[in-house]
Antibody, heavy 117, light 108 residues
Framework: EVQLVESGGGLVQAGGSLRLSCAPS????????MNWVRQAPGKGLEWVSY????????YYADSVKGRFTISRDNAKNSVYLQMNSLRADDTALYYC??????????WGQGTLVTVSS | DIQMTQSPSSLSASVGDRVTITCQAS??????LNWYQQIPGKAPNLLIY???NLETGVPSRFSGSGSGTDFTFTISSLQPEDIATYYC??????????FGQGTKLEIK
């Protein structure tokens, strides 16, 4: 059974940092692109970041560029999102998602990040 | 970046109704359009990929069509369990991958 388990969310003050982790299982992690997608309370979905299967290609949404860093460790079957200089509008449920190119049939249940101002 | 305009933002329909949601891309994205269903409190679930292909296990009352800039998502006969928010998402070429604003579907 495929599972993606996110962790690392919590309450942080504006300007602070958090590191999210996603630990997939049930599929060959090293063969899959990984993404972070977030959803602010009561709002829609927003793609945040992408990392290729090897880690050689990385992309960010403009809203997080320069503040967030995605990485992965294929030996540990994990993908990470380092979030620095957090702002109130980063408050959201953060999902990791994977599957085909741009089409995500694997999703975690999300980890909640709350940034207090 | 490619912008996705989804309409309507909310929709109320009766059980058995045919429901249609549209999504327009700001530039040609060929067939690279997905539709997701998000039930409240749950993660999104991929229903349609490549504009018209039904994901495995998804009921056949769901369908998608379109190419280029204009796309349509249809539920042929609305069921009570279809109450959710539906999102289109483009994945043309490289990221950023953008979502539409979502359509909240309610039972009348």
């Amino acid at each position: 059974e495929v599972q993606l388990v996110e962790s690392g969310g919590g309450l942080v003050q504006a300007g602070g940092s958090l590191r999210l982790s996603c630990a997939p299982s049930g599929f060959t992690f090293s063969s899959y692109e990984m993404n972070w997608v977030r959803q602010a309370p009561g709002k829609g979905l927003e793609w945040v970041s992408y990392i290729s299967s090897s880690g050689s290609s990385i992309y960010y949404a403009d809203s997080v560029k320069g503040r967030f860093t995605i990485s992965r460790d294929n030996a540990k079957n994990s993908v990470y999102l380092q979030m620095n200089s957090l702002r109130a509008d980063d408050t959201a449920l953060y999902y990791c998602a994977s599957g085909g190119r741009g089409s995500w049939y694997y999703w975690g249940q999300g980890t909640l990040v709350t940034v207090s101002s | 970046d490619i912008q996705m305009t989804q309409s309507p933002s909310s929709l109320s329909a009766s059980v058995g109704d045919r429901v249609t949601i549209t999504c327009q891309a700001s530039q040609d994205i060929s067939k690279y359009l997905n539709w997701y269903q998000q039930i409240p409190g749950k993660a999104p679930n991929l229903l349609i990929y490549d504009a018209s292909n039904l994901e495995t296990g998804v009921p056949s009352r769901f369908s998608g069509s379109g190419s280029g800039t204009d796309f349509t998502f249809t539920i042929s006969s609305l069921q009570p369990e279809d109450i959710a928010t539906y999102y289109c998402q483009q994945y043309d070429n490289l990221p950023p991958y953008t979502f539409g604003q979502g359509t909240k579907l309610e039972i009348k």
